[in-house]
Every structure is written in C-alpha cells, then in structure tokens.
C-alpha cells in the first residue's frame, strides 16, 4: 500500500486566497484525521471522521475551516480565507479504528500565508 | 497540550549513550501512544501501551506505561543516528482511541 497521500506537499499563498489541501487514506481505514503542527502549539487535531462522517470538528480553529470526506477515499480541508497564522504543517492520518490502533500520517502539506 | 507533558524539550547524546524521554499527563489515560517525526515527514509509529505497568520493546527502544497510568518513560539504548528525530507522546483520553491528544514532542540529536 501506497500509505497516506498528501497533496500538495507545499503550498505557498496570499492572505485571502482559499487553500484547499487534499488527502487520501490508506485503503480499507475507516477513521480519518486532520491535525496542524506548529513550533507554538505543537500537533493539535482539528477534525476526524468514520465512516465519511464528521465526528468531532471541536479543533476546527473558526469558521474559515471546513472539512469533507465525500468518500471513503478523498477527504478535504479548506482555508477561506487563508491568513498567516494559518501557516502550519498539515497532517492527515487515517485508522482502521477497531480496537486498540495505531493511526497512519501521511507526509503533510507545509503552507505559507504571505 | 498542557495536559500532557514532555521532558525534555531537547536532547542531545554522543553516539552509543542511553537515554530516556517522559511524558507526564495531568489525568489518567486510557492508553499511551508514542511516535517518531523525522523533519519534513509524517510521524512514525513506534508503540501502544495500554495496562498500567505495561512495558514493551522494540530493537533498542523500551516504552513504559506506569502503575497509575498517567506517566510513560521511552528508553533508547545505545543511540544511533538513525535514532536522530522528535519524539512525541499521543495520550488517549476517551477509551475509544480515535482521539489522541499529543505531547509538546522530545528533540534528540545524536552526535558522532
């Protein structure tokens, strides 16, 4: 298995402009999780699903952040608008989630808000 | 997190030495979680502990949950290079395990 796809793996954009980063889960995991990493808050976990569906979205920072998962093999995690405190490491992981588990990170996308 | 403490921040061992990375949490856990980030790339699993007491191994690693389930102590023997990375502790709070909460993360350098 190819393990967890990112894309892109940097991006780099305007404050205002909508980021939408991209994600593919390890084929057969049911959980999927979005984290940010950042030197001051460290790796914070903003959303996860099961399933396809949300369960706990309590980390999204504000509104400006939305996540989908319309099928069980692409989820999405959008910025609109981006701003610089936006700028993180962002990392999907996914899970088989039965029992006692370990999740699964893909490589992360490293955005940039100038 | 707060809640989940990590010490030291950094660490920085010659070759061949021992060392040892805690992770302390302010409430008692369901189950301890440690990973290895290399810069630039995702974590790496290393191990699961879950029963108070519990303690495994792997190569040169050793994980150690303790008795009362709200401190975990990760042990490399004779560093190597390829020990080099951040070390961080996810905490599972829930009982279900689909929610961890991790550490602030363990630096470590190892030099020749």
């Known amino acids: 298995d190819a393990g967890v796809i990112q894309s892109p793996r940097h991006e780099v954009t305007e404050m205002g402009q909508e980021v939408t980063l991209r994600c593919k889960p390890i084929s057969g995991h049911d959980y999927l999780f979005w984290y940010r990493q950042t030197m001051m808050r460290g790796l914070e976990l903003l959303i996860y699903?099961?399933?396809?569906?949300?369960?706990?979205d309590s980390g999204m920072p504000e509104d400006r952040f939305s996540a989908k998962m319309p099928n069980a093999s692409f989820s999405t995690l959008k910025i609109q608008p981006s701003e610089p405190r936006d700028s993180a490491v962002y990392f999907c992981?996914?899970?088989?989630?039965?029992?006692?588990?370990?999740?699964?990170f893909g490589p992360g996308t490293r955005l940039t808000v100038t | 997190s707060q809640e989940l403490e990590q010490s030291p921040q950094s660490l920085i061992v010659q070759e061949g030495k021992n060392l040892t990375i805690n992770c302390t949490s302010s409430?008692?856990?369901?189950?301890l979680y440690w990973y290895k980030q290399k810069y630039g790339e995702g974590l790496i699993f290393l191990m699961m502990l879950q029963k108070g007491g519990e303690e495994k191994s792997h190569e040169k690693i050793t994980a150690k949950l303790d008795e009362k389930k709200q401190q975990s102590s990760l042990h490399i023997t004779a560093s190597q290079p390829s020990h080099a990375g951040i070390y961080l502790c996810g905490a599972d709070r829930t009982g279900t395990a689909s929610k961890l909460t991790f550490g602030t993360g363990t630096r470590l350098q190892v030099t020749l």
């Open positions: 992981a996914s899970s088989t989630g039965t029992g006692a588990y370990e999740q699964y």
């Open positions: 699903f099961n399933n396809n569906v949300p369960i706990d």
């Open positions: 409430k008692t856990l369901y189950g």
